[in-house]
């Protein structure tokens, strides 16, 4: 009896040892601890990367198998990668994976998905992988952007990439896309990292997520938050609800958000860039933009908020080539150098709050904007009126729409609209313009047109009596009285035949002189427009 009752004693023993190196399951003190989800040993992903103590583990979703395991992440999660020749989904589960190489997908392991559980700020929960030092966590790289040379389709989502606040001298990248068709972040986080947090090259078809990056890039390397890099190949990118936190905690030299190279159909809609609270500290007395485009065709960001920069928040200039159609609505900019400075040829300005800029709000670059429905607020540290709220230094631009407004007798604009020198034919038009003295209009062009803007009156006609016998009447014409009066025109009919001439204009009056001496009843028409 004694006998049988120990050879079942020795059966468990050893069937719980086989199971154990077959299914994953390990001995931790006197109970049975399992490592893997509980139920079937079989899910929909292609393989379960998960943790137990030091010890990386790589399930085989189809099998159950625990086909790899190491002290190593990155070689463990690399080896998974291999295998998927045809795809598949890897699953990661909460932990700290700290990867000494980067994770590489290449153009031989294409629809492949990477999903962790989820992350938090908290170091220690979610799904979170340390980059390697001075590279990226992920690498998605082709040969050429061309097939069947790329990477197509691949899916980040749910999980996280930082470096330890106590390790933060150490630089690390988030996740590279270089000749990939078709890819997919959705709910990422990346926090501390010294270097680039999303770069992206020569890749297409991409949508981008709740990708969230704070504390990212780098001083030394002219690392960029967010940088798209690539000609017509980089198109069709779009990113919604992004968010990008003081990007200048590295001492930043360049922008938050970098486009060069004249990527195309880019969209940013719904999003957060944020520098720093206190202007003097992160860097901040760089002249470097929050959001820098160079040379992008066709760019459309809506419904952002960017602020607390010193420097132009975005600024549109010529790279490799020119800009075109951009569209930017419904975006609030705050606490910052300027704005919005813009070479777009096409570009539609609109729907956008404007608040405490210390210079201007929008200065355009290049012709052919329209500046319509925005809404301009006192300035912040614009004492010496010294910048107008739009500036413009092209020609055939649209300004209608617009609201203006200051904040009393100190902080306010120099103009609400400003034509600079050797500019034309621009329209300024149904504007609200309510900041008292400061409400004006600079005309320059010969040939620009202001009109219908309440509060601020640049045309005006009447009929005026003339005493009879006289040869000299002065008008009184209305016109708002910063108007410079050299750029009034005026327009004269009398009602009797007679030479004559006017003179005399000032900013609220003009006189006349008749060859011909006024009969009875006599009356001139009169017209007065900037």
């Not at 009896?1 to 020795?10: A, D, E, R, S, T």
């Not at 006197?30 to 583990?57: C, H, Q, R, W």
């Not at 001492?251 to 958000?257: D, E, N, T």
């Not at 300024?428 to 010969?446: D, F, H, M, Q, R």
Request: proline share 2%.
């Amino acid at each position: 009896m004694k006998i049988k009752k120990f050879l079942v004693i020795i059966s468990v023993v050893v069937l719980s040892a086989v199971l154990g190196y077959r299914f994953g399951f390990s001995q931790s003190g006197n109970f049975l601890k399992s490592i893997v989800e509980p139920g079937s040993m079989v899910t929909e992903a292609s393989y379960v990367i998960f943790t137990d103590g030091s010890t990386v583990y790589a399930r085989n979703g189809n099998t159950g198998e625990i086909e790899f395991s190491g002290l190593d992440a990155s070689n463990v999660i690399q080896s998974t990668i291999n295998q998927l020749t045809s795809g598949g989904k890897i699953f990661v589960r909460a932990g700290y994976y700290n990867l000494s190489a980067p994770i590489v997908i290449d153009k031989n392991h294409n629809a492949i998905v990477i999903e962790g559980e989820g992350f938090s700020r908290a170091e220690d929960i979610g799904t979170r992988f340390k980059p390697p030092s001075n590279d990226y966590a992920f690498k998605v790289e082709g040969t050429s952007i061309a097939y069947p040379d790329c990477v197509h389709h691949v899916e980040f989502r749910n999980f996280g990439i930082s470096i330890p606040t106590a390790d933060h001298t150490i630089s690390g990248s988030g996740i590279k896309l270089k000749y990939v068709h078709g890819s997919l972040l959705e709910n990422i986080w990346m926090w501390n990292l010294k270097g680039y947090g999303l770069y992206i090259e020569q890749a297409a078809e991409g949508k981008f997520d709740q990708v969230d990056m704070r504390y990212c890039g780098d001083a030394s390397s002219n690392a960029s938050t967010l940088e798209i890099v690539g000609d017509g190949y980089t198109n069709h990118l779009m990113f919604t609800r992004l968010w990008i936190g003081q990007p200048y905690y590295y001492g930043l030299r360049v922008s938050a958000i970098y486009f060069m190279g004249s990527p195309q159909w880019i969209s940013i809609i719904q999003g957060y860039v944020h520098g720093s609270a206190d202007q003097t500290v992160y860097g901040m007395t760089s002249n470097y933009p929050a959001v820098q485009l160079l040379g992008v065709d066709n760019f459309y960001m809506q419904d952002m908020y960017i602020g607390y920069f010193n420097a132009t928040l975005v600024n549109i200039t010529d790279g490799v080539s020119q800009n075109f159609h951009v569209d930017i609505s419904r975006c609030h900019f705050q606490l910052a150098d300027s704005a919005i400075s813009s070479a777009a040829t096409f570009g539609d300005i609109h729907d956008n709050y404007f608040l405490s800029l210390s210079k201007y709000a929008i200065i355009t670059q290049r012709n052919q904007h329209d500046i319509h429905d925005n809404y301009f607020y006192y300035p912040y540290y614009n004492v010496n009126n010294t910048y107008s709220y739009i500036v413009l230094n092209s020609s055939y631009n649209l300004v209608k729409g617009n609201y203006f407004y200051d904040s009393g007798t100190i902080n306010q604009s120099k103009y609400s609209v400003e034509e600079l020198a050797g500019v034309d034919y621009n329209r300024i038009e149904g504007n609200n313009l309510y900041a008292g003295v400061t409400a004006k209009v600079v005309k320059v062009g010969g040939s620009t047109i202001i009109k219908n803007n309440n509060g601020y009156v640049t045309e005006k006609n009447g009929i005026q009596a003339i005493t009879s016998g006289s040869t000299i009447v002065t008008v009184n014409h209305g016109l708002d009285s910063s108007i410079d009066p050299t750029k009034i025109k005026i327009t004269v009919t009398p009602n009797w035949l007679t030479t004559f001439r006017v003179y005399g204009k000032t900013n609220n009056q003009f006189s006349v002189e008749f060859g011909t001496a006024a009969p009875s009843s006599a009356q001139i028409d009169w017209y007065a427009e900037v």
